[in-house]
């Protein structure tokens, strides 16, 4: 007879999400998470087969986190305005010292390897698509757009923000915001 599990999956990703966040997928052991999750290996491999599951279990947990500030931007009728605000609500977001600094994604796709397991990659790809996506569609709400245009403007915001994720880990609120007003100068 199986053993009933004495934890609730949820909150042990959610720490194992706030772990990878603060020290990164490389850097994170597997006896580091035992600690943070407060199970053992045992119960680890059993639930999330590796320590990939637990990452890939985490990004899906980030993914819900980034989603309270990703609604208005996917019901925003302004366009570049509503993205210039999530660009800021992104700041706010990164520098809650309850989740950690900058953004996991971002964190993640800057350190890993080469080697890396590529199915982590493909989740890292997937994630920043779908954000470029919100992004192309915010613009799409602006009058005399061409497609092409669009989607050249979504890869620079796209790569702007993958910037700007970084970049909230080490700089100044004003020095950030600066860099948002300079993002959307002329956009």
Same mark, same amino acid.
């Given at each position: ?9 949820? =909150? ?22 035992? !600690?943070?999750?407060? /199970? @053992?290996?045992?119960? /680890? ?6 320590? @990939?599951?637990?990452?890939? =279990? ?11 500030? #990703?609604?208005? #931007?996917? %019901?925003?009728? +302004? ?24 953004? #996991?994604?971002? &964190?993640?796709? +800057?350190? #890993? ?6 199915? /982590? !990659? ?8 779908? /954000?470029? %996506? ?9 009058? +005399?757009?061409?497609? @092409? ?28 915001? &600066?860099?948002?007003? %300079?993002?959307?100068? @002329?956009?």
């Amino acid at each position: 007879m199986a053993r009933k599990k004495e934890y609730n999956e949820d =909150e042990v990703i959610e720490k194992a999400m706030r772990l990878f966040w603060r020290n990164g997928y490389e850097t994170t052991s597997m006896q580091m998470l035992e !600690k943070e999750m407060g /199970i @053992n290996k045992f119960s /680890i491999y059993s639930s999330f087969g590796s320590k @990939n599951g637990v990452f890939l =279990e985490s990004i899906k947990c980030y993914k819900k986190k980034l989603n309270d500030i #990703l609604i208005p #931007l996917k %019901n925003t009728t +302004n366009g570049v305005e509503g993205l210039k605000q999530y660009f800021y609500d992104f700041i706010a977001f990164s520098k809650d010292e309850h989740f950690g600094k900058g953004c #996991l994604i971002t &964190n993640a796709a +800057n350190e #890993l390897q080469e080697d890396a397991d590529p199915e /982590i !990659k493909a989740e890292l790809r997937k994630f920043t698509a779908e /954000i470029r %996506n919100q992004f192309a569609l915010a613009l799409q709400k602006e009058k +005399n757009q061409d497609p @092409n245009t669009i989607e050249k403007k979504a890869d620079y915001f796209i790569i702007s923000m993958f910037g700007l994720a970084s970049a909230s880990r080490v700089f100044q609120k004003s020095q950030l915001d &600066n860099y948002i007003e %300079n993002i959307f100068t @002329n956009s």
